[in-house]
């Protein structure tokens, strides 16, 4: 299970949490991470408020699209702080979770190729660092880009002064430029875009991990249900079907947990989603020069990766769970009991409650919740746009 998660316990190392108990752990090596967890915590918390003031002070002066600038970094640093604490605190939650999860992984050669251990594996693994890789080339490219303005256009090109700039806007009560408390700024800054970014990608990451588990699981039982050779005799193929509903129900019961750890993160992932789509794209829109347009495309491009890869994980696993119903029906059971016949029905009306990914009771999450998000960004984008140009 572990090549699973090393992406996102490489990410979660970055921002000091343990998502999860594991034996071993040292006091020093939890202290260590506490330090750093906090260290990481409080830098961003700065940050996220004086962002705020600045925000503040831009809409009281008129100045909308500064306003609106800030407020997708201030989003962007809600999900990020959100998704760490929200993973401590249910970090016994999500122990116990693991726990079960590791005692229904395969072991062992001839288990691993049953469940086809090799294929779920790698499908995560190109999955996670392509996304990983993606939202890192987000943060840096944010956290570099005055820097690469300052040695690009004015140290090499010269062709404009730039001087010395920091990657987000937010207020600070004191001259900074051309003093040495820029140098601590700009570390802040950058120490706070990676905090955030890593808070998200690192969550993000353990659900798709989980979340593969529940697939490879729930298509296992539809590939055992389907592929069962049925004896006719009733005892046998009844410990068959009783050893296939105690599995189905361990699923489920998973299913729940991982709803519940996830639910409240998962909502408010996709209501400041739809407000940083929205911003960003409007930013797009207003005439900014051509390099500033690359580096908010990648921040939008990012935000609404970040929403499509919860979707198909979400749409995945809603599948994965409905294929049992298919995989039943498609069992040979035309010369089975009649008391099997009727308990497939039972099973196939159970598989067909569809267990979904859910963002709390509100939102079951399947790809056509993408399609909600984009409508609800662009209205708010419409509503921009005009309050803008009047």
């Given at each position: 299970?572990?090549?699973?998660?090393?992406?996102?316990?490489f990410f979660?190392?970055?921002?000091?949490?343990?998502?999860?108990?594991?034996?071993?752990?040292s006091?020093?090596d939890?202290?260590r991470a506490?330090?750093?967890?906090?260290?990481?915590?409080?830098?961003?918390?700065?940050?996220?408020?004086?962002?705020?003031?600045?925000?503040y002070?831009?809409?009281?002066?008129?100045?909308?699209?500064?306003?609106v600038?800030?407020?997708?970094?201030i989003?962007?640093?809600?999900?990020?702080?959100?998704?760490?604490?929200?993973?401590?605190?249910?970090?016994?939650?999500?122990?116990?979770?693991?726990?079960?999860?590791?005692?229904?992984?395969?072991?062992?050669?001839?288990?691993?190729?049953k469940?086809?251990?090799?294929?779920?594996?790698?499908?995560?693994?190109?999955?996670?660092?392509?996304?990983?890789?993606?939202?890192?080339v987000?943060?840096?490219?944010?956290?570099?880009?005055?820097?690469?303005?300052?040695?690009?256009?004015?140290?090499?090109?010269?062709?404009?002064?730039?001087?010395?700039?920091?990657?987000?806007?937010?207020?600070i009560?004191?001259?900074?430029q051309?003093?040495w408390?820029?140098?601590?700024?700009?570390?802040?800054?950058?120490?706070?875009?990676?905090?955030?970014?890593?808070?998200?990608?690192?969550?993000?990451?353990?659900?798709?991990?989980?979340?593969?588990?529940l697939?490879?699981?729930?298509?296992?039982?539809?590939?055992?249900?389907?592929?069962?050779?049925?004896s006719?005799?009733?005892q046998e193929?009844?410990?068959?079907?009783?050893?296939?509903?105690?599995?189905?129900?361990?699923?489920?019961r998973?299913?729940?947990?991982?709803?519940?750890?996830?639910?409240?993160?998962l909502?408010?992932?996709?209501?400041?989603?739809?407000?940083?789509?929205?911003?960003?794209?409007?930013?797009?829109?207003?005439?900014?020069?051509?390099?500033?347009?690359?580096k908010?495309?990648?921040?939008?491009?990012?935000?609404?990766s970040?929403?499509?890869?919860?979707?198909?994980?979400?749409?995945?696993?809603?599948?994965a769970?409905?294929?049992?119903?298919?995989?039943?029906?498609?069992?040979?059971?035309?010369?089975?009991?009649?008391?099997?016949?009727?308990?497939?029905?039972?099973?196939?009306?159970?598989?067909?409650?569809?267990?979904?990914?859910?963002?709390?009771?509100?939102?079951?999450?399947?790809?056509?919740?993408m399609?909600?998000?984009?409508?609800?960004?662009?209205?708010?984008?419409?509503?921009?746009?005009?309050?803008?140009?009047?």
């Amino acid at each position: 299970m572990k090549k699973l998660m090393k992406y996102a316990s490489f990410f979660y190392t970055g921002v000091g949490i343990q998502p999860y108990s594991k034996r071993g752990d040292s006091p020093k090596d939890m202290l260590r991470a506490s330090i750093v967890f906090w260290a990481n915590v409080i830098n961003l918390t700065v940050v996220g408020i004086c962002e705020s003031i600045y925000v503040y002070g831009a809409y009281k002066e008129n100045k909308l699209l500064e306003a609106v600038t800030v407020m997708s970094y201030i989003g962007f640093d809600i999900v990020g702080l959100s998704k760490m604490f929200f993973i401590r605190w249910k970090k016994a939650a999500i122990t116990e979770m693991m726990e079960e999860l590791e005692e229904v992984y395969p072991r062992g050669k001839v288990q691993e190729d049953k469940y086809n251990l090799s294929k779920y594996i790698g499908s995560c693994s190109r999955i996670s660092l392509i996304y990983s890789s993606l939202y890192s080339v987000l943060i840096w490219t944010f956290n570099l880009f005055c820097i690469m303005e300052y040695w690009v256009y004015e140290k090499w090109l010269n062709i404009r002064v730039v001087g010395k700039n920091l990657p987000y806007l937010m207020y600070i009560p004191w001259k900074w430029q051309d003093r040495w408390s820029y140098y601590p700024l700009l570390f802040s800054q950058n120490f706070a875009g990676y905090t955030a970014a890593a808070g998200q990608i690192s969550t993000d990451l353990l659900l798709c991990a989980v979340a593969t588990q529940l697939i490879m699981h729930f298509d296992y039982l539809s590939m055992t249900m389907e592929d069962q050779k049925l004896s006719g005799n009733w005892q046998e193929d009844s410990q068959f079907l009783a050893n296939t509903v105690r599995y189905h129900e361990r699923i489920l019961r998973l299913s729940d947990v991982v709803n519940d750890i996830f639910g409240i993160p998962l909502l408010l992932n996709f209501m400041v989603s739809s407000f940083v789509i929205c911003f960003v794209g409007f930013q797009m829109t207003v005439g900014v020069p051509p390099d500033v347009v690359i580096k908010l495309f990648l921040f939008l491009f990012s935000s609404m990766s970040q929403v499509y890869l919860i979707c198909h994980y979400g749409q995945m696993v809603a599948d994965a769970s409905y294929g049992l119903s298919l995989a039943t029906y498609n069992q040979d059971w035309n010369h089975a009991d009649v008391r099997y016949k009727r308990a497939l029905v039972i099973i196939m009306a159970r598989a067909q409650k569809v267990t979904f990914l859910k963002a709390t009771i509100f939102l079951d999450i399947t790809r056509s919740t993408m399609t909600d998000l984009l409508q609800i960004s662009y209205k708010f984008f419409a509503l921009l746009r005009t309050m803008y140009t009047q």
